[in-house]
């Protein structure tokens, strides 16, 4: 509308899809994960969730389904990664894994950019293998000006804003300091990656 366009026709057509009936998979089942399931229960999808160490009856409890990598990435129209970066995780979306992805399927990645071989998923844009990408995370950050990501009509890119607000930061220290007093007073830490972070301190 800014540019003075108000039939959508005239420029570039801006249909989008729906949510409803549409497979939603999701890499880790953290935290984050399971609040964003609350979130798309009232459009009717199915959610596919990959962790292999999550068991299938919290999986449940949360009424998802618990199926392996391969099967999530043939089966799920977007694929959401929620998962901690690893050893195990850095590099897990590549080449192969794209290739699995149906050609309509979208990638979003708000996790850690390592995560994904960006080299492949350039690839993957530039040959048709998924429909677009939403990354707010990335292996290098800030981004170069010059990358091949910024150059794609179909890349969504956020500069690893997701999570920032006037109010997240201060609820965010808030429960950093209410981890620091659990640590201490010898009870259960609510999250896992400040227990890590913790025991390296400690």
């Known amino acids: 509308m800014k540019e003075g366009y108000w039939d959508y026709?005239?420029?570039k057509p801006y249909f989008t899809r729906d949510l409803r009936g549409k497979t939603v998979g999701l890499i880790g089942f953290g935290y984050v994960a399971r609040e964003l399931v609350k979130l798309l229960k009232p459009f009717n999808v199915k959610i596919l969730v990959y962790d292999p160490y999550v068991s299938k009856?919290?999986?449940e409890?949360?009424?998802?389904?618990k199926v392996s990598l391969d099967t999530l990435l043939r089966e799920s129209d977007i694929v959401s990664?929620?998962?901690?970066?690893?050893?195990?995780t850095t590099g897990m979306i590549g080449e192969q894994q794209l290739k699995m992805m149906k050609p309509t399927a979208y990638l979003i990645n708000t996790a850690?950019?390592?995560?994904?071989?960006?080299?492949?998923l350039i690839k993957a844009l530039r040959e048709g293998w998924i429909a677009g990408v939403v990354l707010d995370v990335f292996k290098q950050e800030p981004l170069p000006k010059e990358h091949e990501l910024l150059k794609f009509d179909n890349a969504i890119l956020?500069?690893?804003?997701?999570g920032p607000?006037?109010?997240?930061?201060?609820?965010l220290f808030r429960v950093i300091v209410e981890e620091f007093k659990r640590f201490f007073e010898g009870e259960?830490?609510?999250y896992k990656i400040l227990l890590r972070r913790l025991r390296v301190m400690a």
Do not use: F, N, W
Request: net charge negative; hydrophobic share 40%.
């Open 112 to 120: 850690r950019g390592a995560i994904i071989d960006e080299s492949a």
């Open 188 to 190: 259960q830490l609510r």
């Open 57 to 59: 009856d919290i999986m």
């Open 158 to 162: 956020t500069p690893h804003i997701a």
């Open 165 to 171: 607000s006037d109010e997240r930061r201060a609820t």
């Open 9 to 11: 026709r005239i420029k």
């Open 81 to 88: 990664i929620h998962a901690a970066l690893t050893k195990e």
């Open 61 to 65: 409890a949360y009424e998802v389904e």
